[in-house]
C-alpha cells in the first residue's frame, strides 16, 4: 500500500514526489489564477488526466506541457476555444511512453531553475538568467490577467520584502516586457501599462502587506522627486516602499515636479535628505541639484543641509560636489536607512 493508503500500480514503481504538482502550485507557475485553471477545465476539459475521488487534482508532467500550450497560444492571441483544441490535440498525438520521459525543457524552467542568458520563455519575452517568478509574471501580463498579477505581486512582496521584490520580479519583468514593445512595432503597449499600474499598486500596498515599520521619533523625513518633466515614478516609488518598510518618514512629491515647487517643499519640511530621480540625461539638471546642495534651512546660526541623492540613469556622468549617486535600490536604502538607524524591536 502507498502511505497515503492507495493501492502501488503492479505494472510500474512509485512515482517520484515531484511527479506531479497541485492545482494551486501550477498556476502560480504559470501565472494564471486559480478561477482560471478551473475554468479551462470546465469549458473547454483541459485538466489534469487522472482523477481520484476525495483528492486535490494533481497535474502530471504532461499535463503541464498541455496547459503550457494552452498559455503560450492565447499569450499569441489565440482564442481560448481554438488554443485548448490545439493543445489537446497536441498532448493526444505524443507518444503514450512520453511519460516516462523528463518534464520538458520549459516546464523545468518554470518550476524554478533558470534559463541561458538571452534565452527566451514560454512567454515570448527575452529574459536572462532570471527567477521562475518574473516568467510567471509576464505570462499573467501577456493575457492581461489583472487578478493573478496583482496576486504574484503580492506574494512576492509580503514573502520576500520590498527591495527584493523590486530588484529580483518587478524591475526584470517589466524591462523584458519593455524590450518586447520596443522591437514588436508598439505592439504590447497594453501589456507594459497594465503591468506598471499593478507594480505600482503592490509597492503602495506594501505598508498594508508587511505592516507599519516602527519610526524614530523626532527624526527628519526623507522627501522624494522627480526632476521637472520626468513622469517615470515607479523607481522612486520602490524607494518609497523600501523606507517605509525599514520605519524612515518619507514624503513622495512624484513626477515631474516643478523646481519652484521642490524648494519650497525643501524649506517647508527640512528633510534629512532629498531623493531627485531622473530617467534620462536630457532633463537631469544641474543647477537645480547645485541650488539643492547649497540650500539650508532652520535658524540663524543653527541652518541643517539636506543630503541629496541623484538617483536614475539620467544622473550618470554627473558631477555634483557632495551629491551621492547610489547604483540601485538596494544601496540607495542603505545611505537613507542603514540598518543601524532602525529601532530595535
Known amino acids: 500500500m502507498a502511505s497515503d493508503g492507495s493501492p502501488k500500480s503492479s505494472l510500474r514503481g512509485p512515482e517520484p514526489p515531484d511527479a506531479s504538482i497541485t492545482s494551486g502550485a501550477l498556476a502560480r507557475r504559470l501565472g494564471i489564477s486559480p478561477t482560471t485553471l478551473r475554468s479551462w477545465d470546465q469549458r473547454y476539459s483541459l485538466g489534469p488526466a487522472r482523477r481520484r475521488r476525495g483528492h486535490h487534482r494533481r497535474w502530471s508532467p504532461q499535463d503541464v506541457a498541455m496547459v503550457e500550450d494552452m498559455c503560450s497560444l492565447t499569450a499569441s492571441g489565440v482564442a481560448p476555444a481554438e488554443a485548448a483544441r490545439s493543445a489537446k490535440e497536441r498532448a493526444h498525438t505524443a507518444p503514450e511512453e512520453q511519460g516516462t520521459r523528463p518534464v520538458p525543457a520549459r516546464s523545468a524552467t518554470a518550476a524554478g531553475t ?150 519650497a517643499a525643501v524649506l517647508r519640511t527640512g528633510p534629512a535628505a532629498v531623493v531627485l530621480w531622473s530617467q534620462t540625461r536630457s532633463l537631469a539638471s544641474t543647477p537645480l541639484a547645485l541650488h539643492l546642495r547649497g540650500m539650508g534651512w532652520g535658524v540663524k546660526g543653527a541652518r541643517q543641509q539636506a543630503a541629496l541623492v541623484l538617483a536614475g540613469p539620467g544622473w550618470r556622468g554627473a558631477r555634483i560636489e557632495g551629491a551621492v549617486q547610489p547604483q540601485g535600490l538596494r544601496e540607495a536604502i542603505a545611505l537613507l536607512a542603514p540598518e543601524s538607524s532602525v529601532p530595535s524591536e
Open 114 to 263: 533558470t534559463g541561458k542568458a538571452g534565452s527566451r520563455g514560454s512567454s515570448g519575452l527575452p529574459f536572462g538568467a532570471v527567477r521562475a517568478e518574473c516568467r510567471g509574471l509576464a505570462r499573467a501580463a501577456l493575457r492581461l490577467e489583472s487578478v493573478a498579477l496583482q496576486e504574484q505581486l503580492n506574494a512576492f512582496v509580503l514573502e520576500h520584502g520590498v527591495v527584493a521584490a523590486w530588484e529580483e520580479l518587478m524591475m526584470p519583468t517589466l524591462h523584458a516586457v519593455g524590450r518586447k514593445w520596443e522591437s514588436s512595432g508598439d505592439r504590447y503597449v497594453e501589456v507594459e501599462h497594465l503591468l506598471s499600474w499593478h507594480v505600482s499598486t503592490a509597492l503602495r500596498n506594501a505598508q498594508l502587506l508587511l505592516g507599519p515599520g516602527e519610526t524614530r521619533k523626532g527624526s527628519s523625513p526623507v522627501l522624494l522627486a522627480c526632476v521637472p518633466g520626468e513622469q517615470h515614478t515607479l523607481p522612486l516609488e520602490a524607494v518609497h516602499a523600501a523606507l517605509l518598510q525599514r520605519g524612515r518618514p518619507v514624503r513622495m512629491l512624484g513626477a515631474a515636479v516643478p523646481a519652484e515647487a521642490l524648494i
